[in-house]
């Protein structure tokens, strides 16, 4: 299946190391320098999922440039780099941004900013019929939910705010509370610190004997990380 085309107009300095990360990754990355390129590419293309701007250097410009995204009967997310400083100036006062557009501050890595714009791709894909937002396209009958185990995602594209934190208590609770089979799968290429919360120092071991071993009080001395999530599981019974 062929990737979306995602669009990037930044500075020279930073243009090129973008769009060769991205066309790593399998996107049809295509750099643009005015809104009139913007404007012929969308006139011939229906595949732009993610439009990279300049929101601070030249706003004008990335104004003509958010206006096109929106032109047409199209509804194209964009993708705002900018300094904390201009980011930070933007949230105090009026702002024309849309819910699926994000921002993104500088200085980054062409790394993290592909790795935004997957996570960009990704919640374009799905629909909200009330109950919370679910990647569309796939089957909904019973009968095909039942040949399968639930999936269960855990994710911010940031740092710090309690991934693995949920992802090993949800587990944890599900595993031993509940006598599910849980398979617990740690995505995170950055900060996923799953085996270090879950204190598993040697390979085989399981999530269930993990979290029983530490409430018979055995002598070994667990982390307190993992006695957080000792404490979080108790909650859950």
């Given at each position: 299946m062929a990737r979306p085309a995602i669009v990037a107009a930044l500075p020279p300095s930073e243009q090129g190391a973008v769009i060769a990360e991205l066309s790593q990754?399998?996107?049809?990355a295509i750099p643009i320098s005015r809104p009139i390129d913007l404007e012929t590419l969308l006139a011939s293309r229906r595949d732009v999922a993610v439009a990279i701007l300049d929101g601070e250097r030249d706003f004008d410009t990335s104004l003509e440039y958010y206006a096109l995204l929106h032109e047409a009967g199209q509804d194209i997310p964009a993708l705002m780099v900018l300094s904390p400083r201009a980011?930070?100036?933007?949230?105090?006062?009026?702002?024309?941004?849309?819910a699926r557009d994000e921002f993104f501050t500088r200085p980054y890595s062409p790394d993290a900013l592909r790795w935004r714009v997957e996570a960009m791709c990704i919640r374009s894909m799905t629909v909200d019929d009330g109950s919370g937002a679910v990647l569309g396209g796939g089957s909904t009958e019973m009968t095909d939910w039942q040949r399968r185990a639930q999936l269960l995602a855990v994710f911010n594209p940031k740092g710090g705010?309690?991934?693995?934190?949920?992802?090993?208590?949800?587990?944890s609770a599900l595993a031993v509370n509940q006598g599910q089979r849980v398979l617990l799968v740690d995505a995170d290429t950055v900060t996923g610190h799953v085996t270090t919360s879950l204190a598993w120092n040697r390979s085989?071991?399981?999530?269930?004997a993990g979290v029983t071993s530490s409430r018979a009080g055995?002598?070994?001395?667990?982390?307190?990380?993992?006695?957080?999530?000792?404490?979080?599981c108790r909650s859950c019974r």
């Open positions: 990754a399998g996107f049809d980011l930070e100036s933007m949230t105090l006062g009026p702002s024309r941004a849309d705010v309690g991934k693995t934190t949920v992802a090993t208590n949800l587990a085989g071991r399981s999530l269930t055995r002598s070994r001395r667990w982390p307190t990380s993992q006695r957080r999530t000792r404490r979080a």
